[in-house]
């Protein structure tokens, strides 16, 4: 089973992702992970990434879809499915990612759009922080760890801030949501594949419903 997950920053895309990857065994791949991995070992990907990640612009889509089509690629044979999580974000990415799904002889089976007001969505970053260990996203407001300071998920004590998660670039991130990517509900919806939940219950609540959904 192969999935999309769409929404705007902070919707819970990555939240989510992670009960995925432990409930269904799929493979998480988030473009936004890969590449703030390119930008901490300064790969040349990074490079180029590195200021339109900070700014809260798109990196540009020949150098996304070479990060995804690599990931893509390296999955193991026996991989059960992959989760798409942040890509694709523009029209032309998803006009790729069809593509590239034809050449590899695989579908996606669903797209989820998580959807909730940029108000929420401003408040949810900035109180967002994650496992240093295994990515489990944790909140100052909605989610904190069970045990204080230890991941509820891989037991780390260790947890990290993003830089991009400043008032600017999220506001910034919301617009470009709004402008380049939010046309990919009607570009999924013509195809049949899209399913839209209330991403503003709580996090249980929104497991429950993907599970429905898949
Ligand atoms: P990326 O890393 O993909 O960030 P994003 O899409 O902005 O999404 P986020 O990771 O901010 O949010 P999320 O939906 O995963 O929410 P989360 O689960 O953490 O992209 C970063 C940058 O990389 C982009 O700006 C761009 O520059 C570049 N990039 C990436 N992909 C690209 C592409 N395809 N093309 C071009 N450029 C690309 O949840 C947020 C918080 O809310 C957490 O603290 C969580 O605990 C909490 N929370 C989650 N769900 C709930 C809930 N139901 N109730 C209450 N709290 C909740």
Do not use: W
């Not at 992702?17 to 590449?35: N, P, R, V, W």
């Not at 900070?54 to 690599?70: A, F, M, N, Q």
């Not at 797209?111 to 949810?124: A, G, H, P, S, T």
């Not at 993003?162 to 999220?170: A, C, K, P």
Request: aromatic share 6%; proline share 4%; charged share 30%.
């Amino acid at each position: 089973m192969n999935i999309i997950l769409l929404g705007p920053p902070g919707a819970g895309k990555g939240t989510q992702s992670k009960y995925l990857e432990d409930h269904f065994k799929l493979k998480q791949l988030s473009t936004g992970d890969m590449l703030r991995h390119a930008v901490a070992t300064g790969s040349p990907v990074g490079v180029v990434a590195k200021s339109y990640m900070e700014g809260g612009k798109l990196v540009p889509d020949d150098v996304v879809v070479g990060v995804i089509s690599e990931a893509i690629d390296a999955l193991p044979k026996e991989t059960a499915g992959f989760i798409l999580d942040g890509f694709p974000r523009t029209v032309q990415q998803a006009e790729v990612l069809d593509q590239l799904l034809v050449r590899i002889g695989k579908n996606i089976d669903a797209v989820i759009v998580v959807d909730v007001k940029d108000d929420v969505l401003v408040k949810r970053i900035s109180g967002r922080f994650t496992c240093a260990g295994c990515g489990e996203v944790f909140n100052d407001f909605f989610r904190l760890p069970q045990a204080e300071g230890v991941c509820d998920r891989c037991g780390s004590s260790s947890f990290k801030r993003r830089s991009d998660d400043n008032s600017d670039t999220v506001r910034e991130r919301l617009v470009v949501y709004h402008q380049q990517t939010k046309p990919l509900i009607d570009y999924y919806k013509v195809k049949g594949k899209l399913h839209a939940i209330d991403g503003e219950l709580p996090i249980e609540d929104v497991k429950r419903r993907i599970n429905e959904i898949l």
